[in-house]
């Protein structure tokens, strides 16, 4: 079946735009997960929403950062005011789900993100 | 909160030969183990997992080695090929969230 999906798969914008970033996670799957990855590091985990549960936001670096999901489908990250340093891939990921158990996650392909 | 050290951050072996990538981990509570791998420009690819009430995992070339008292955790991949080439993260996870290591980029030479 379909896997992950994100848009856009690039986007430039100036300082200090906001931008919304897309996700479309695997049919079926309760819990969703956004993570950033600058070059050449490791994934920093953003959010993460499981079910009609709180989502977990201990990841977003400022208040600049948002993100909501539509009942168990699309999510969006917002960044409002971008600065260069948050230039990097936004990586979304989905999963079965219930909290408390970690399923295998499955993540999209990404949108690359340049602030110039 | 949970932090993964991954060691080392760059590893180069000859075709054939093994590669050894360890992790350490600093939440005893965290229950779930996962290896990626991601090749250049690409999305990470769950290669294999394991739990905490398991000590060792394998899956053809590649095994995973858990120390749940020493709070370690090492991937293994045997008879190395070209195709193994690539960045390998190790994660750790209890509620869902994934912390990830920085990352080994394994180069394997012909």
């Known amino acids: 079946g379909a896997g992950v999906s994100q848009s856009p798969s690039n986007k430039v914008t100036e300082k200090g735009k906001d931008v919304e970033l897309r996700c479309d996670p695997i049919?079926?799957?309760?819990?969703l997960y956004w993570y950033r990855q600058r070059l050449g590091q490791g994934l920093e985990f953003l959010i993460y929403?499981?079910?009609?549960?709180?989502?977990?936001k201990s990841g977003l670096p400022s208040d600049r950062f948002s993100a909501e999901r539509t009942g168990e489908s699309v999510s969006t990250l917002t960044i409002q005011r971008t600065q260069q340093e948050d230039s990097a891939v936004y990586l979304c990921?989905?999963?079965?789900?219930?909290?408390?158990?970690?399923?295998?996650?499955?993540f999209g392909p990404g949108t690359r993100l340049t602030v110039t | 909160g949970e932090n993964v050290e991954q060691h080392p951050s760059t590893l180069s072996v000859q075709e054939g030969d093994s590669a050894v990538i360890k992790c350490t981990y600093s939440?005893?509570?965290?229950?779930?183990f996962p290896w990626y791998k991601q090749e250049l420009g690409k999305r990470p690819q769950l290669i294999i997992d394991?739990?905490?009430?398991?000590g060792e995992k394998k899956d053809q070339r590649i095994a995973v080695t858990l120390n749940k008292t020493a709070k370690h955790f090492s991937l293994h991949i045997t008879e190395t090929q070209p195709e193994d080439s690539a960045v390998y993260f190790c994660?750790?996870?209890?509620?869902?969230?994934?912390?990830f290591g920085q990352g080994t980029e394994l180069s394997v030479k012909p």
């Open positions: 990921a989905s999963s079965l789900g219930g909290r408390g158990i970690t399923y295998e996650q499955y």
């Open positions: 049919s079926g799957h309760t819990a």
């Open positions: 929403f499981q079910g009609n549960s709180a989502p977990d």
């Open positions: 939440d005893s509570a965290s229950n779930y």
């Open positions: 394991i739990r905490s009430n398991v």
């Open positions: 994660a750790a996870s209890k509620r869902g969230k994934l912390i």
